[in-house]
């Protein structure tokens, strides 16, 4: 009979070149997981931003788990970086994929991709079509450039013939003028052609400041996805 104890779960820190890697060490318990959250503040704490997180011993993931990488990923949001995970075993890929979180967490196939690829995260604009109404995510650090760019994409959407279109917020934490303005133009041209541009999710900051410049009884805000989705895309005349 084996009498050896396994050890507990724990976390080594490799400081690198470019990053601070991350590893796992000792028996996976999902229970102990959450012990990477104070190694990782006392990191940010230093001004470490460039994290990643070598997942080759996890076998499982329970939704306390998912719960505490959705928390890191949004700590390292914060400073405008990403808090990176790779090595992930066949069972944990299959689990965040069924969950829709291979979509939100920043994951790569080894270290060398992880370290190599770009920290910051830039403003990005995702398209997904939902129930034919298109939905575009904005995500990332905020950007002026990127943000007007948003205008560009609508006026495309609207020449391929869209006019159901709205706009996750959800990952916004400030928008400026030069934003706002963003969306009051695109609403503006979808309005010359009877629909709405809507727009969800918003976060408190975003929401605030909306209401502070009086746009939020102009613009068609709603709280979720769905109620975006479901509710009359026509503007009916006055």
């Known amino acids: 009979m084996d009498k050896r104890k396994k050890s507990k779960l724990d976390v080594v820190t490799e400081q690198g070149d470019s990053a601070t890697i991350l590893r796992l060490v000792g028996e996976f318990d999902t229970n102990r997981f959450g012990i990477l959250i104070p ?36 700590l390292l949001r914060r400073v405008g970086m990403k808090f990176k995970i790779f090595n992930l075993s066949p069972d944990v890929q299959t689990i965040l994929e069924s969950t ?32 034919n109404v298109v939905i ?3 995500q990332g650090k905020y950007d002026n450039d990127s943000f007007s760019n948003l205008v560009n994409v609508v006026n495309k959407l609207i020449e391929d013939g ?53 746009l939020h009884k102009v613009l068609y805000i709603y709280v979720s996805e769905e109620d975006a989705i479901i509710s009359s895309w026509l503007i009916l005349p006055k």
């Open 39 to 74: 190694h990782v503040l006392n990191l940010v704490q230093k001004g470490q931003y460039k994290l990643a997180l070598d997942m080759s011993i996890v076998n499982y993931l329970d939704s306390r788990g998912m719960g505490m990488l959705v928390a890191l990923m949004a």
């Open 100 to 131: 829709n979180l291979d979509k939100v967490l920043f994951i790569y196939r080894n270290e060398q991709e992880a370290v190599s690829s770009s920290w910051q995260r830039e403003m990005e604009l995702r398209i997904t079509t939902k129930n």
């Open 136 to 138: 575009i995510r904005i």
């Open 162 to 214: 869209h006019t159901k279109i709205a706009a996750d917020l959800g990952d916004l934490e400030i928008i400026d003028s030069s934003g706002l303005g963003a969306l009051v133009s695109v609403m503006a041209t979808l309005q010359e052609k009877g629909f709405k541009f809507k727009i969800f999710n918003l976060q408190k900051q975003v929401q605030s400041i909306i209401r502070s410049t009086n």
